[in-house]
C-alpha cells in the first residue's frame, strides 16, 4: 500500500528560488509555497500542517529566524522540523538557527542532490518519530487516545483557555454496572463491549479539536475546547443515547436489559486560583451523581 506523500512548505522571498526547489521535489512530495514569513505562519495555522518547512533566513517583515521561532513556541507546529536555507555561511548564523530548534542549515547556491537527501532523512524520521507518538497516545485495546493523550491535550487546552477567557469543557462518562457484565458474560465479552463503546463515542463529536478518549477500565472522558455548559450536555446526552441504541445485551443490568452509560459535566473559564483538576474533580462528581440517581443519564454542573 502506497503511504500519503508528505508535505513540504517552501519559504522564500524570491519566486525563483521556491521554483527551483518545487521543481526538483515535487516528484516525491506535495508542495506548499510563500513568499514572506506572515503567510507561512497563516499557512502553519491551518489544520493541515506540512511535514517539513525549506526556511529562507533573510526575507523583508518577518524574517525566517522569527518564523522559526514562533513555530517551535506553538504547540500545535514545535515538532515540525525546520531546515534553514541560506546565503550567509558564517557559523554564528548557522549557531542562531540551530538554538532556535532548526533541524539542519543548507547554504545557497543550492546543491540538489543534497537538499533532496536531507529532506528525505528528516522526513523519514519525522514519519517514524510521528508513528511512534500515534502508537503510544491509543489505547491498545480500543484504538481510541489513552489518558496520556487525553492529559496532554487537557493541559494545552487549558493553557489555551486561559488566555483567551473560553469555556472548556469535560464529560466523564462509565458504563453502568460493567462488574456485572464481566462476571456473568466474562472478560473477553467485556473487551468486546468496551470496543464497541469506544467505537461509537467518537461519532457523537465533529469538532476537529474534541476529544474522546479511554480513562481507564470502563470509565471514558471528553475534552470539549470552546463549548459552554449547555453543548456539553448535549454532547454528554449524544452519548448517553448513542451507546443506549447500540442495543448491547446486558441482562444483569438493573437499568435495562442492555448495556448503558452514565455521564457527568464540569464547565469552567480557566483562571487564577482554579486548576485543571478541579475540573475533572467536578466532572467525576457528576459522573456520581449521574449513577446515583439511576444510572443512564446525564449530570451536570
Not at 30 to 35: F, G, P, Y
Not at 138 to 157: A, V, Y
Not at 261 to 273: D, E, F, H, K, L
Amino acid at each position: 500500500m502506497n503511504m500519503q506523500k508528505q508535505t513540504v512548505l517552501i519559504v522564500d522571498d524570491q519566486p525563483t528560488n521556491i521554483q527551483i526547489l518545487a521543481v526538483s521535489l515535487s516528484p516525491y512530495y506535495e508542495i506548499m509555497a510563500s513568499t514572506n514569513g506572515a503567510d507561512a505562519l497563516e499557512i502553519l495555522s491551518r489544520p493541515i500542517k506540512p511535514d517539513l518547512v525549506l526556511l529562507d533566513v533573510m526575507m523583508p517583515g518577518i524574517d525566517g529566524y522569527e518564523v522559526c521561532r514562533r513555530l517551535k513556541d506553538n504547540e500545535e507546529t514545535k515538532n515540525i522540523p525546520v531546515i534553514f536555507v541560506t546565503s550567509h555561511t558564517e557559523s554564528l548564523e548557522e549557531e542562531i538557527g540551530l538554538n532556535l530548534g532548526a533541524a539542519d542549515y543548507i547554504s545557497k547556491p543550492y546543491r540538489l542532490p543534497i537538499i533532496l537527501a536531507r529532506v528525505r532523512n528528516h522526513l523519514s524520521m519525522k514519519r517514524k518519530t510521528d508513528l511512534l507518538e500515534s502508537l503510544i497516545s491509543l489505547d491498545g485495546l480500543t484504538g481510541i487516545p489513552n489518558r496520556r493523550k487525553f492529559d496532554e491535550m487537557l493541559d494545552f487546552e487549558w493553557r489555551r483557555a486561559f488566555r483567551d477567557c473560553t469555556n472548556l469543557s469535560v464529560v466523564m462518562m462509565d458504563i453502568d454496572h460493567f462488574k456485572q457484565y464481566n462476571d456473568n458474560y466474562g472478560h473477553g465479552a467485556g473487551d468486546e463491549c468496551l470496543k464497541h463503546v469506544a467505537g461509537c463515542l467518537p461519532t457523537c463529536v465533529n469538532r476537529p479539536g474534541d476529544l474522546v478518549a479511554r480513562y481507564g477500565g470502563e470509565e471514558f472522558v471528553a475534552l470539549l475546547p470552546s463549548t459552554n455548559a449547555d453543548g456539553a450536555q448535549a454532547v454528554a446526552e449524544r452519548f448517553v443515547t448513542t451507546v443506549s441504541e447500540l442495543l448491547l445485551p446486558h441482562c444483569f443490568s438493573s437499568v435495562t436489559d442492555h448495556v448503558t452509560i452514565s455521564a457527568g459535566c464540569a464547565t469552567v473559564i480557566p483562571m487564577q486560583g482554579i486548576s485543571m483538576n478541579t475540573l475533572l474533580q467536578h466532572a467525576d462528581e457528576m459522573l456520581y451523581q449521574a449513577k446515583s440517581k439511576g444510572r443512564n443519564r446525564v449530570y451536570h454542573m
